[in-house]
């Protein structure tokens, strides 16, 4: 935590005016909350008043960004993979746990463990909230996300899309988290209205962050250059430009349930709802309390619905202590990450992701995550001596797309470059579809002379 003080006071230098910053680093006090409800009776309770969305969405569009500093080290990342460790196949993970042999080891690589890229999903482990805990709302949340005033009480990760999921590294440097909200929209029948607040969150070192913040609008600039991901990507798998991390997370907000409605949710079982297709892999796991405690300590998270198992039934109605939503998504990309490598050595890295909750997955009950690769169509063509793509394009089994150096009189292609789809999905212990997403991985790889070789000229 040291580390973060001069930046965060470099980082205040830059504006001439340090009260937009520190609005922006703020947290939103009681006396700032304002009603948005409105009702033809006085006497209407708070919970079945009609709502205001144009008070609801003026406001909250209007609070100030947010800026979060962390510094780049790989500790938290590396008590997650602890933590997901006795759950998941040793596949799953970007990088193994280091042993004690390999420490003690004079013959370790020890340029293996500097700087290496985040692991997908692991950068939700970063640039944690920073509120005491007499600022928070009840239910432990965070207030800057929620809609002040209003009956709308519970909240719920929903969703969401990530960028550049390769765009951030472990060189401990001091980084940015810039947020805001960008959307409030209100969806369902009159008092059974569910409030969404997306939340758009930027990441990046503190250099890139000074260079292209506008102070007036608080916002990042586009980058100069190219954001083309396979652009940007060299002939080393690891020889990626640092773009940082595009985030956007859905919350929604609902009204506090009835007596009835909690006894009817605690007597009833969820709403099946069956996968549309069948995966190709997937790893069945059983959360536990301690993961859960531990997944909140790492993301700074008190909320209750992950803690408290009274507050959960007695309060939202939830029949247990529910799995974080990030922590569901970070599930997806680590399992995904398992196919990611293959005999041949052809490596791929996931580049983006969307993803939307359909149901709770609760604690102590078995899910089964789940990845399928889309068979899409896709391109193959000649890349000639200049770079350029200009050859002809055939159609294949999947949405990979492989440029062929037209010198290879072999046909076997000098660089393989390409993107591939993949369904991935989250079930629950009676096959319901609790999470469903897609995501985008891109393969580059440069072949050695001797994978060039026809194959009855290989010789090991």
């Known amino acids: 935590m040291r580390g973060i003080s001069k930046p965060r006071r470099q980082l205040t230098k830059l504006f001439q005016s340090r009260l937009v910053l520190q609005q922006g680093l703020a947290p939103i006090s009681a006396t700032q909350q304002r009603k948005h409800i409105?009702?033809?009776?006085?006497?209407?309770?708070?919970?079945?008043?009609?709502?205001?969305?144009?008070?609801?969405?003026?406001?909250?569009?209007?609070?100030?960004?947010?800026v979060h500093l962390d510094r780049m080290n790989a500790t938290n990342s590396n008590l997650l993979t602890t933590a997901l460790f006795d759950l998941l196949p040793g596949e799953c993970f970007a990088e193994p746990l280091t042993s004690w042999e390999e420490i003690f080891n004079r013959d370790t690589d020890i340029e293996r463990y500097k700087g290496p890229f985040v692991p997908s999903g692991h950068h939700l482990v970063y640039f944690p909230l920073r509120l005491p805990g007499s600022q928070l709302c009840s239910d432990g949340t965070d207030p800057y996300h929620s809609p002040h005033g209003t009956p709308f009480t519970r909240r719920m990760w929903a969703g969401g899309s990530i960028q550049g999921l390769r765009g951030m590294a472990f060189d401990d440097r001091s980084a940015v988290c810039l947020e805001h909200i960008v959307d409030v929209n209100i969806r369902g029948a009159p008092n059974a209205e569910k409030i969404f607040v997306e939340v758009l969150r930027e990441y990046t070192t503190l250099e890139d962050f000074r260079n292209r913040v506008d102070a007036k609008s608080f916002t990042l600039r586009p980058h100069p250059d190219p954001t083309d991901t396979i652009a940007a990507f060299g002939e080393d798998p690891d020889d990626y430009d640092i773009k940082g991390i595009t985030e956007r997370r859905t919350l929604v907000f609902m009204r506090e349930p009835t007596d009835e409605e909690k006894m009817k949710n605690l007597e009833k079982g969820q709403r099946i709802v069956k996968a549309p297709n069948k995966p190709e892999y997937s790893v069945t796991l059983t959360p536990t309390p301690s993961l859960l405690f531990q997944y909140s300590a790492l993301t700074y998270n008190a909320h209750r619905i992950h803690l408290d198992r009274s507050y959960c039934r007695e309060v939202e109605g939830y029949q247990d202590l529910l799995v974080h939503g990030p922590l569901s998504l970070t599930l997806m990309l680590c399992t995904l990450q398992s196919r990611l490598v293959n005999e041949k050595g052809q490596y791929e890295f996931i580049d983006n992701v969307d993803y939307r909750h359909l149901a709770p997955l609760y604690v102590n009950q078995p899910m089964r995550i789940c990845v399928a690769l889309q068979k899409l169509r896709v391109t193959k063509s000649k890349v000639k001596e200049d770079g350029s793509d200009k050859g002809q394009r055939t159609k294949a089994k999947s949405n990979r797309e492989e440029l062929v150096d037209p010198e290879d009189s072999d046909g076997v292609p000098k660089v393989e470059i390409g993107r591939n789809k993949w369904d991935i999905w989250v079930e629950n212990h009676d096959g319901g579809l609790c999470v469903k997403g897609t995501a985008e991985t891109v393969k580059r790889r440069t072949l050695s002379k001797w994978d060039k070789l026809p194959p009855d000229q290989r010789r090991i």
């Open 38 to 66: 409105s009702s033809s009776s006085d006497a209407s309770p708070l919970g079945t008043a009609s709502v205001d969305i144009g008070s609801i969405r003026n406001d909250m569009l209007t609070r100030p960004a947010r």
